[in-house]
C-alpha cells in the first residue's frame, strides 16, 4: 500500500477536486464550439478559370508544335531565362580597369564573381597576367579558359596589350 504524506495528500484532494468541478461545470453549461463555415466558392471559381486558361495554353502550344516519336521531339511549357550577356569581342576587356558591369558579361562571371575579382585587384594590386585571375574566389582554370579570350592586360610601361 502506498503511504501519503499529509502535504501528498492535499495536493490530490485539491487535483480530484477542481477535476470534479470541471466535469459539473462541462455537463451544466456545456462548450459550444462556433466557428463559421468559411465560404471557398470565389477561390474555387478562380481556381477552375485559371485552370481552363492553362489547358487552353497546353493545347495550344501542342497544336503549334506536332510531336514526332522518330525525332523525339518534345514540348517545353516553361521558356528558357534569356540571359542579357552580350556577345563579346575577342580580347574586349582590361580586367585590371573594367567595372562590375563590364565583367558579368563574361561566360561564368555573375555579380558576385564580378564583385570578389573588383576586390580582389584593389586588395592585392593589378594583375600581372591572366592566370592571376585563379587566385579569385570561385574563379579556376575552367573558367579562366572560358574567360581567356575575352580578356587582356594593359601595360602601364608602354601601353601595350599583353595577350597570353
Do not use: C
Amino acid at each position: 500500500m502506498i503511504r501519503l504524506t499529509s502535504k501528498e495528500q492535499k495536493a490530490l484532494l485539491l487535483l480530484v477536486v477542481i477535476l470534479a468541478a470541471g466535469a459539473l461545470v462541462q455537463f451544466f453549461l456545456p462548450h459550444k464550439i462556433k466557428s463559421r463555415q468559411y465560404d471557398y466558392s470565389l477561390q474555387d471559381s478562380l481556381f477552375k478559370a485559371l485552370s481552363v486558361d492553362t489547358l487552353k495554353m497546353i493545347r495550344k502550344k501542342a497544336a503549334q508544335t506536332a510531336v514526332y516519336p522518330e525525332k523525339e521531339k518534345r514540348i517545353k511549357l516553361i521558356p528558357k531565362k534569356k540571359t542579357d550577356k552580350k556577345t563579346l569581342k575577342q580580347h574586349s576587356i582590361d580586367i585590371n580597369t573594367a567595372g562590375l558591369k563590364e565583367l558579368e558579361t563574361l561566360p561564368g562571371v555573375g555579380p558576385k564573381t564580378a564583385q570578389w575579382i573588383i576586390d580582389y585587384r584593389t586588395e592585392h594590386g593589378r594583375f600581372n597576367k591572366p592566370e592571376e585571375l585563379t587566385k579569385v574566389k570561385r574563379i579556376g582554370s575552367k573558367t579562366l579558359q572560358k574567360i581567356r579570350p575575352y580578356i587582356f592586360i594593359k601595360s602601364l610601361q608602354k601601353d601595350s596589350i599583353l595577350i597570353k
